[in-house]
Protein backbone atom coordinates (compact mmCIF):
# COMPACT_ATOMS: atom_id res chain seq x y z
CA UNK A 1 0.00 0.00 0.00
CA UNK A 2 1.45 3.37 -1.34
CA UNK A 3 1.27 6.41 1.19
CA UNK A 4 0.19 9.17 1.03
CA UNK A 5 1.96 12.06 0.15
CA UNK A 6 3.04 14.81 2.59
CA UNK A 7 1.35 17.99 2.66
CA UNK A 8 2.38 21.12 3.58
CA UNK A 9 0.28 22.96 6.33
CA UNK A 10 -2.26 25.18 5.55
CA UNK A 11 -1.85 28.93 6.40
CA UNK A 12 -4.68 30.31 8.20
CA UNK A 13 -4.87 33.86 9.43
CA UNK A 14 -6.25 34.24 12.82
CA UNK A 15 -8.28 37.48 14.64
CA UNK A 16 -8.18 38.07 18.15
CA UNK A 17 -11.68 36.39 18.40
CA UNK A 18 -10.78 32.87 17.17
CA UNK A 19 -7.77 32.93 18.98
CA UNK A 20 -9.60 34.33 22.57
CA UNK A 21 -12.66 32.00 21.86
CA UNK A 22 -10.38 29.13 21.33
CA UNK A 23 -8.07 30.03 24.29
CA UNK A 24 -11.18 30.20 26.30
CA UNK A 25 -12.73 26.57 25.45
CA UNK A 26 -11.79 23.22 25.30
CA UNK A 27 -14.91 22.63 22.30
CA UNK A 28 -15.87 24.42 19.54
CA UNK A 29 -14.18 25.22 16.04
CA UNK A 30 -12.09 28.23 17.22
CA UNK A 31 -10.65 25.32 19.80
CA UNK A 32 -10.17 22.96 17.01
CA UNK A 33 -8.66 25.72 14.84
CA UNK A 34 -5.80 25.97 17.50
CA UNK A 35 -5.31 22.19 17.73
CA UNK A 36 -5.16 21.90 14.02
CA UNK A 37 -2.58 24.12 14.35
CA UNK A 38 -0.39 22.57 17.32
CA UNK A 39 -0.28 19.47 15.33
CA UNK A 40 0.77 21.38 12.12
CA UNK A 41 -2.22 20.28 9.79
CA UNK A 42 -2.74 24.32 9.91
CA UNK A 43 -0.07 27.03 9.82
CA UNK A 44 -1.56 29.79 11.60
CA UNK A 45 -0.89 33.20 10.91
CA UNK A 46 -0.94 36.06 13.80
CA UNK A 47 -0.93 39.95 12.38
CA UNK A 48 0.32 42.38 14.98
CA UNK A 49 -2.61 43.88 15.28
CA UNK A 50 -4.61 40.66 16.39
CA UNK A 51 -1.60 39.87 19.01
CA UNK A 52 -2.34 43.42 20.56
CA UNK A 53 -5.93 43.01 20.04
CA UNK A 54 -5.87 40.04 22.20
CA UNK A 55 -3.37 41.56 24.74
CA UNK A 56 -5.89 44.54 25.35
CA UNK A 57 -8.80 42.27 25.43
CA UNK A 58 -7.09 39.72 27.87
CA UNK A 59 -5.69 42.60 30.15
CA UNK A 60 -9.49 44.17 30.24
CA UNK A 61 -11.14 40.36 30.97
CA UNK A 62 -8.24 39.78 33.87
CA UNK A 63 -8.90 43.63 35.35
CA UNK A 64 -13.08 42.59 35.58
CA UNK A 65 -12.49 39.53 36.84
CA UNK A 66 -10.17 41.03 39.76
CA UNK A 67 -12.54 44.04 40.36
CA UNK A 68 -15.74 41.70 40.57
CA UNK A 69 -13.61 39.94 43.34
CA UNK A 70 -12.95 42.72 45.27
CA UNK A 71 -15.38 43.83 48.43
CA UNK A 72 -17.29 47.40 47.95
CA UNK A 73 -15.24 49.60 49.80
CA UNK A 74 -12.01 48.21 47.67
CA UNK A 75 -14.16 48.97 44.77
CA UNK A 76 -14.54 52.36 45.81
CA UNK A 77 -11.17 53.15 46.84
CA UNK A 78 -9.90 51.52 43.50
CA UNK A 79 -12.74 53.67 41.50
CA UNK A 80 -11.27 57.07 43.26
CA UNK A 81 -7.39 56.08 42.65
CA UNK A 82 -5.55 57.44 39.43
CA UNK A 83 -5.20 56.03 36.80
Given at each position: ?6 TDPVP ?72
Amino acid sequence: MARPEKTDPVPVCLDADVLIAGLLSCTGASHAILVLGEIVLLHLVLPEAAVEEVRRNLSAMAYETIYQRLDPPERRRLAQEPH
